[in-house]
């Protein structure tokens, strides 16, 4: 079993920046992936960038270029950087991990709210 807790969420004006973090527990040594969805009201949960533990990184079309992820294996932990905020970007975000077993699990969520 792995658990995740996210933080680092909150509201936001267009054009700023937030960090959200994601603390991992339990068998951690069984994570392959980690990675950040989120989910706006009435629209599908989608990617927002994942991390291999070997550091290779995917991201969103949408989002590259104003968002990093990065990820810290001795310490358990990942980051989502956030800049050039935009209303759009306003979700739920879900910090998630894959095990080389393929078994996937999910935080809590953190709200993110981008307006002026």
């Known amino acids: 079993q792995v658990q995740l807790v996210e933080s680092g969420g909150g509201l936001v004006q267009p054009g700023g920046s937030l960090r959200l973090s994601c603390a991992a527990s339990?068998?951690?040594?069984?994570?392959?992936?980690m990675g950040w969805y989120r989910q706006a009201p009435e629209k599908q949960r989608e990617l927002v960038a994942r991390?291999?533990?070997?550091?290779?990184?995917n991201y969103a079309d949408s989002v590259k270029g104003r968002f990093t992820i990065s990820r810290d294996s001795a310490k358990n932990t990942m980051s989502l950087q956030m800049n050039s905020l935009k209303p759009e970007d306003t979700a739920l975000y879900y910090c998630?991990?894959?095990?080389?077993?393929?078994?996937?699990?999910w935080g809590q969520g953190t709200q993110v709210t981008v307006s002026s």
């Open positions: 998630s991990a894959l095990t080389y077993a393929g078994n996937t699990y």
């Open positions: 339990g068998r951690t040594s069984s994570i392959y992936v």
């Open positions: 991390i291999t533990r070997g550091s290779t990184t």
